[in-house]
């Protein structure tokens, strides 16, 4: 897996059975690098306590005194807290593969805009094509483009990425300045 962390650690606390415990959650998004089964180990965190000391145990947990005073706390403990492992099937993409295909995969959108239709030899004019949607469009890659009689001079793409708890969306908007190198009608052609 590529792994990327979705939102930063949250901290929080939680009741059950009657007694308070510190939470901590991250939350991650995994992108299988390979199909087939796939097992997860399970995770481990080390962690030290302490007992609730003798002049605490009238307020049911440990946790109502932040501070934990020195006199109150009881015995020092350590404990190794693990998950069960995850097995996970990862399907192969589908079969044929397009020749277009550039190995991004999620819910996306393109457009194209041009900053003018009408020029002069040697002058240019910028082509912006934007991918926007829901996946890893960090891997985003500008489609093939083939156009005749002209030059192009690629920017560097701007990305806006977005974390949540859903997983990464965003936006990777490549520019293109368009040099024509023969006067007449030129057409660009619609890009996939």
Not at 7 to 15: C, I, Y
Not at 45 to 55: D, F
Not at 91 to 105: A, E, Q, R
């Amino acid at each position: 897996f590529w792994i990327e962390e979705l939102v930063p650690e949250r901290r929080g606390q939680q009741v059950i059975g009657g007694k308070r415990y510190a939470t901590y959650e991250k939350v991650y998004a995994l992108f299988p690098l390979k199909s087939g089964d796939i097992k997860i180990d399970e995770a481990r965190l080390k962690i030290q306590y302490y007992t609730q000391g003798k002049s605490n145990k009238h307020n049911g947990s440990a946790f109502n005194d932040p501070f934990f005073k020195m006199g109150n706390r009881g015995q020092l403990k350590a404990k190794t807290l693990r998950t069960k492992p995850i097995q996970i099937k990862v399907n192969p993409l589908p079969s044929p593969i397009p020749k277009d295909f550039t190995g991004l995969v999620g819910k996306f959108g393109l457009s194209q805009k041009i900053s003018g239709t009408e020029m002069v030899v040697g002058d240019s004019v910028t082509l912006e094509v934007a991918l926007s949607g829901e996946g890893n469009v960090k891997d985003a890659k500008l489609p093939a483009l083939n156009l005749t009689n002209i030059k192009v001079y690629e920017d560097k793409p701007k990305l806006e990425s977005y974390k949540s708890a859903k997983g990464l969306s965003g936006k990777m908007v490549f520019k293109l300045a368009l040099v024509p190198t023969k006067a007449g009608e030129l057409t660009i052609p619609s890009l996939s």
